[in-house]
Nanobody, 121 residues
Framework: QVQLVESGGGLGQPGGSLRLSCAAS????????MGWYRQAPGKERELVAV???????NYADSVNGRFTISRDNAKNTIYLQMNNLKPEDTAVYYC???????????????WGEGTLVTVSS
């Protein structure tokens, strides 16, 4: 299994910045990709940004140019630098990993518990 521990959420001001971190641990053989999703009240969970183990990134249109995802493969950790925050960025942010673990024949999805980001003045 894979445990994902998120940190860095909290209150941010419009136009300000926050940085999220997510560290993966467990019986990991390989992580194919890691990413961030978010779910605002009353809305479905949506992709924010994803990064593959080769460094290829993909962003939601709503955050492209404002958010940057990065990865430290040695630490199995990803980061989400969020700049120019907007009130509509308010949501619970979930870390996701697609990983192959010991005893499994194929990669599976794993989720963190989420960290709340609130953007308000």
């Amino acid at each position: 299994q894979v445990q994902l521990v998120e940190s860095g959420g909290g209150l941010g001001q419009p136009g300000g910045s926050l940085r999220l971190s997510c560290a993966a641990s467990g019986s990991i053989l390989n992580i194919n990709a890691m990413g961030w999703y978010r779910q605002a009240p009353g809305k479905e969970r949506e992709l924010v940004a994803v990064i593959t183990n080769s460094g290829v990134t993909n962003y939601a249109d709503s955050v492209n140019g404002r958010f940057t995802i990065s990865r430290d493969n040695a630490k199995n950790t990803i980061y989400l630098q969020m700049n120019n925050l907007k009130p509509e960025d308010t949501a619970v942010y979930y870390c996701n990993a697609v990983a192959l673990t010991r005893g499994q024949a194929y990669a599976m999805n794993f989720w963190g518990e989420g960290t709340l980001v609130t953007v308000s003045s």
